[in-house]
T-cell receptor, first 117, second 113 residues
Framework: EPEVTQTPSHQVTQMGQEVILRCVPI?????FYWYRQILGQKVEFLVS????????KSEIFDDQFSVERPDGSNFTLKIRSTKLEDSAMYFC???????????????FGNGTRLTVT | DAKTTQPTSMDCAEGRAANLPCNHS???????VYWYRQIHSQGPQYIIH???NNETNEMASLIITEDRKSSTLILPHATLRDTAVYYC??????????????FGKGTHLIIQP
């Protein structure tokens, strides 16, 4: 069964550094998402992306964050000047667009654990 | 999106059916009920979704009340690997496809041997 893959599984970085988290969505999917989960807390929506532009973003997704689909297969989340509070699991998800009003489910990867020291 | 209410935790014996309730009394006509689960340290896993009819797939069954104000996820023969946090999410289908999911705290289901 096709799946969303994320790399690396664990990233350690120093405060103030930039990190890029990578995702390969399911190949025929057109909608892409990033979520994060701080340890012990809820899964939080960050951003959705369609047709090479951001569709929706949350308050968390400020100027420190950016997303890109640099080629036909990868979807990346860049975090500039990381802070201690950016430490979290970051999940990528994708969904296929169905016709009409029927939205297909989101399928998630297993995440990248980001540790900022 | 409408808010959902779920019990914080539940236990179920291995091999028995696990019935997970969810209240969504403010659900509107174009909102679907989705169920996901999250096994420790993994990404959320899609289970099932429905609008008003009961649904069944290889993982579970979803029973939605006639007034759509509540639903129950049924795992017919629970195994130890079903221990996870289960999320009931109400999601509007706007047709655009880019609307994400709003996760609550979910129900921590513990399958007992």
């Amino acid at each position: 069964e096709p799946e969303v893959t994320q790399t690396p599984s664990h990233q350690v970085t120093q405060m103030g550094q930039e990190v890029i988290l990578r995702c390969v969505p399911i190949s025929n999917h057109l909608y892409f998402y990033w979520y994060r989960q701080i340890l012990g807390q809820k899964v939080e929506f960050l951003v959705s992306f369609y047709n090479n532009e951001i569709s929706e973003k949350s308050e968390i997704f400020d100027d420190q964050f950016s997303v890109e689909r640099p080629d036909g297969s990868n979807f990346t989340l860049k975090i500039r000047s990381t802070k201690l509070e950016d430490s979290a699991m970051y999940f990528c998800a994708s969904s296929e667009r169905d016709s009409g009003l029927y939205n297909s489910p989101l399928h998630f990867g297993n995440g990248t654990r980001l540790t900022v020291t | 999106d409408a808010k959902t209410t779920q019990p914080t935790s539940m236990d179920c014996a291995e091999g028995r059916a696990a019935n997970l309730p969810c209240n969504h009394s403010t659900i509107s006509g174009n909102e679907y009920v989705y169920w996901y689960r999250q096994i420790h340290s993994q990404g959320p896993q899609y289970i099932i979704h429905g609008l008003k009819n009961n649904e069944t797939n290889e993982m579970a069954s979803l029973i939605i009340t006639e007034d759509r104000k509540s639903s129950t996820l049924i795992l017919p023969h629970a195994t130890l690997r079903d221990t996870a946090v289960y999320y009931c999410i109400v999601r509007e289908h706007s047709g655009g496809g880019a609307d994400g999911l709003t996760f609550g705290k979910g129900t921590h289901l513990i399958i007992q041997p």
